[in-house]
């Protein structure tokens, strides 16, 4: 998806929401595990429920690789229902050398055909370059993650004077543009997105965090919004897990509803 | 796979090699392509002609997960294959947040019951944490790596005076033990090994980059070698490609005795 479209259904909808499908077959509701494929079942009813208040879906690799062969499958039949007209990430975080990057690029825009991976940006840009050489695709960058640890070496000052996160995003940008990159920043760093738009005002952010992690939504728009509206904001456990009863579809809905409203009013003020 | 097994094994065997498994069906000898599981056909025939030669297979996850869920059966039949007393490493370079870190510890330790996992440092200590739990089990930290945007972020210069790899392997050996913590160093830059061991002088490393990407044996030998060997050469495309014709098996086999050969040789003079 091209980054037209995605803003055209940011506005349609009144909606910059992303649903991380981070699905836990421990932390579903117990009925679903007579399932055949209790992973999938649960997806497509969050989707089901959750598709008129978000424009985004994400999927965290890590719960379906630790089901194996059977999880892989899972996330195919998640891709498949999810229609076409949303915006999908594969949260894989990758970061490896250039033979191999260029494989995990094809995995996830080819046999998986997401419009988007995140990837990690330690070993520089020759492990980031072959996410850029895909029509419509795009490389979703870690900068400053919403985790306790970030502070360990993405908060180190470096001898320019700048962050390891800002002397990431600022390297990067170079890397591709604002068309097939975007950014990872953490909304429990909401305050910091002011200064990050210095170094990138046109730029698509990925905000993980609010919700259980603790992130302010109003936050994240004050200082993180520009004209495009330029942010897709992700909620995980808080709209998968409201419920785990059988009322969770209905349960997650309302949490993505309530989301969606607050979206609404602060689209409403720009 | 613990220490003293581990360095057991290469004391018996006279080798510090790792196999690289980065097995491509664009570049195996194209008649396995009509197998059932060409994946898992040439890795059989590799592990089969390599198994005198090395201690380690190291399985790249993205040559696997390009393949989707058949990727993950064929690397499942590959880790069922090889012997116990070899040590395997997923290199799947991860790094995510607490509750997903876990996920893929439980992916590569259980489900897939490796020895070991490539992580990525660039998101801090609690996403790296969750590897460390496992009795046997090791998190293996990307420090320097052998490619050449390595430059772009980990030799960047940090205001304390210490490049960013450098405070890296400072910071994050005190997360684990020289028992459940390695280091990714390339062999590329083998003359900066023997400062990263005033850091680790006890730590294993795994070296990658000898071979294709140009890095030389001897060097990390003689600059990275302690008093327990304390290294695992990698090779990947210089062993599983010497030919794509029928007698791919007995060419791998060639080029990991050649490197087997110097390794006995260099373990020799310690």
Aim: glycine share 8%; with cysteine; net charge negative.
């Amino acid at each position: 998806m091209n980054k037209d479209k995605l803003i055209s259904e940011i506005r349609r909808k009144g909606s910059f929401l992303c649903v991380g499908l981070d699905t836990d077959p421990k932390k579903i509701p117990s009925h679903l595990l007579r399932e055949k494929d209790p992973v999938f079942t649960f997806n497509k009813a969050i989707i089901d429920a959750t598709a008129d208040h978000c424009v985004a879906y994400k999927p965290n690799l890590a719960f379906y690789e630790a089901l194996g062969p059977a999880g892989l499958e899972s996330l195919e039949k998640t891709m498949e229902y999810i229609p076409a007209d949303f915006f999908t990430i594969a949260d894989a975080k990758r970061g490896d050398i250039g033979n191999t990057a260029a494989s995990y690029a094809k995995t996830f825009f080819e046999t998986f055909n997401f419009d988007s991976v995140t990837v990690a940006p330690y070993m520089g840009r020759d492990s980031v370059d072959p996410f850029l050489n895909y029509e419509g695709k795009w490389a979703i960058l870690l900068a400053l993650t919403s985790n306790k640890s970030s502070a360990d070496f993405q908060m180190k000052k470096l001898e320019n004077g700048r962050y390891l996160y800002e002397e990431v995003i600022q390297e990067s940008k170079e890397w591709g543009s604002d068309s097939d990159l975007m950014y990872v920043v953490g909304a429990t760093k909401a305050d910091l997105l002011l200064s990050i738009r210095k170094f990138i005002p046109n730029h698509f952010l990925l905000v993980p965090g609010v919700g259980a992690q603790g992130g302010s939504l109003s936050e994240v728009a004050q200082y993180g919004m520009n004209k495009d509206v330029g942010l897709l904001v992700n909620s995980s456990r808080g709209i998968l897990y409201a419920s785990n009863g059988d009322d969770f579809a209905e349960a997650a809905k309302r949490e993505a509803k309530k989301l969606h409203t607050e979206m609404k009013e602060l689209l409403s003020k720009v």
